[in-house]
């Protein structure tokens, strides 16, 4: 059974950096891309950053090109997405996803996701 589990989320301060971890049970990391997502209070999900098996990254939204980065340890079967600049906006609920499949796309299903962990971006 594929189980991914977020984690690292918290409250800090606008300008401040947090890295969350996405550790993937149930099946080999290596093969397959892992993307973050993240949903507002209020809002729908909204794709973020997706890392393909090859190390390919892909920007799923625009707000947070040149601020956030992702990342994959396969020998730790988990992927992480470094947040820096935060900004009151970056509130939400963040998701790491996978499909099983190797490449990035914001039309697969998405088939296996975690629980999700808050970040909380406030003075």
């Known amino acids: 059974q594929v189980q991914p589990v977020e984690s690292g989320g918290g409250l800090v301060q606008p300008g401040g950096s947090l890295r969350l971890s996405c550790e993937l049970s149930?099946?080999?990391?290596?093969?397959?891309?892992i993307g973050w997502f993240r949903q507002a209070p209020g809002k729908g999900r909204e794709g973020v950053l997706c890392?393909?098996?090859?190390?390919?990254?892909?920007y799923f939204a625009n707000s947070v090109k040149g601020r956030f980065t992702i990342s994959r340890d396969n020998a730790k079967n988990t992927v992480y997405l470094q947040m820096n600049s935060l900004i009151p906006e970056d509130t939400a609920v963040y998701y790491c996803a996978t499909d099983r499949r190797a490449y990035c796309s914001r039309s697969y299903i998405w088939s296996y996701w975690g629980q999700g962990t808050q970040v909380t971006v406030s003075p």
């Open positions: 149930g099946f080999t990391l290596a093969t397959y891309a």
């Open positions: 890392i393909t098996a090859n190390d390919g990254i892909t």
